[in-house]
């Protein structure tokens, strides 16, 4: 009775395998399988456009400027960065250099976009110079 029941059962599942496998080949793949690989050939084509020097759009970093998408040092606001760097080793207060940058009347990147619209630059907080004092580009990590 079992060996009957299961024989039975088993004959149809087999029927049914040639069934699934025909209809499998129609089906889409689910974005989720197909994205990681896309989402990895992005990144490494960045990562490749950093490492040759390929600014890839987006503010550019206080102290340079973007000339034919390769960042070009600007004189005037790289001394305003080395300035921050010099004064949080001796300083050590963010707010306190900020507070000093604002008297100044220095802000953060002013400039054009591709498409001619002026950005002007905002008053730098300790926010801003935390990040500033991360960006991997300022620690030499990534060579723009």
């Known amino acids: 009775m079992i060996g009957h029941t299961l024989t039975r059962h088993l004959t149809g599942l087999v029927s049914l395998l040639p069934w699934f496998s025909s209809r499998l080949l129609l089906v889409r793949p689910h974005p989720a399988l197909t994205g990681a690989p896309t989402g990895e050939r992005i990144r490494d084509k960045i990562a490749a456009s950093k490492r040759k020097g390929i600014w890839m759009g987006g503010v550019p970093p206080l102290g340079y400027d973007v000339d034919k ?7 005037t606001e790289a001394a305003v960065v080395r300035r921050i760097f010099e004064e949080m080793r001796t300083i050590g207060s963010p707010t306190q250099i900020a507070a000093n940058l604002t008297l100044e009347g220095i802000t953060t990147k002013t400039w054009t976009t591709q498409d001619g619209q002026p950005r002007h630059g905002a008053q730098i907080d300790k926010k801003y110079l935390h990040k500033l004092l991360r960006n ?6 990534l060579s723009h």
């Not at 998408?69 to 004189?75: E, H, I, Y």
């Open 69 to 75: 998408r390769l960042l070009v040092v600007n004189d």
């Open 136 to 141: 991997r580009i300022y620690l030499g990590e």
